[in-house]
């Protein structure tokens, strides 16, 4: 599976916007990018997915780069509920999909 | 719907000893995997099930087993625990449609080995 980086932490303040990056410079033509993230002493919620365009939820938004192979996640409003490790994860179009790699993913911290 | 669930939340064992860590889901969905994860670290992926009777190897397999007898259950089977399998342990589920490509993951599992 193509690798995803991410910075190990972030902090951003209550009410204002958070950019969150990934690179993924080996990604395939096939691969989907997905985001999760996992607040603290809970299982990993899904957040966000997209494949080529730019993809918005009532959770995020998903900017992914033309060339796909950097992709940013976007919280519009930040609040102390955001404060959780944000994964971008990889994975191919079809079955195999249910299989996620997960990184270390990066910390995000929100000041209030 | 409750979800995905796990039992128990919290664990200790003694090493060298068995145990089953439940998983159930009730949204019917045809996939179920299981991750550890340790402390700092990403998940990994033990086993997964594409259907009930139908399991496969994930990245760390080595001392677990499962089985998938119906839909609903993704027991996980520690064989003979040691301090090695101390960590977080989640279960998650999804459905087969192309179109759904979101996996539920339960709450968690905390197991020490001693």
């Known amino acids: 599976d193509a690798k995803t980086t991410q910075p190990n932490s972030m902090e951003s303040n209550e009410e204002e916007p958070v950019h969150l990056p990934c690179n993924h410079s080996t990604i395939s033509g096939t691969d989907y990018i997905h985001w999760y993230r996992q607040l603290p002493s809970q299982g990993p919620e899904y957040v966000i997915h997209?494949?080529?365009s730019n993809v918005n939820n009532r959770m995020a938004s998903l900017a992914i780069a033309e060339d796909r192979k950097s992709s940013t996640l976007i919280l519009h409003r930040a609040t102390l509920r955001d404060a959780a490790v944000y994964y971008c994860?990889?994975?191919?179009?079809?079955?195999?999909?249910?299989?996620?790699?997960f990184g270390k993913g990066t910390l995000l911290t929100v000041n209030p | 719907n409750a979800g995905v669930t796990q039992t128990p939340k919290f664990q200790v064992l003694k090493t060298g000893q068995s145990m089953t860590l439940q998983c159930a889901q009730d949204?019917?969905?045809?996939?179920m995997s299981w991750y550890r994860q340790d402390p700092g670290m990403g998940l990994r992926l033990i086993h997964y099930?594409?259907?009930?009777?139908?399991?496969d190897q994930g990245e760390v397999p080595n001392g677990y087993n499962v089985s998938r007898s119906t839909t609903e259950d993704f027991p996980l089977r520690l064989l003979s625990a040691a301090p090695s399998q101390t960590s977080v342990y989640f279960c998650a589920s999804r459905s087969r449609a192309a179109s759904s490509y979101e996996q539920y993951f339960g709450p968690g599992t905390r197991l020490t080995v001693t």
């Open positions: 099930s594409v259907g009930a009777g139908i399991t």
């Open positions: 994860i990889l994975s191919s179009s079809g079955g195999s999909n249910y299989k996620l790699t």
């Open positions: 949204m019917n969905h045809e996939y």
């Open positions: 997209g494949l080529t």
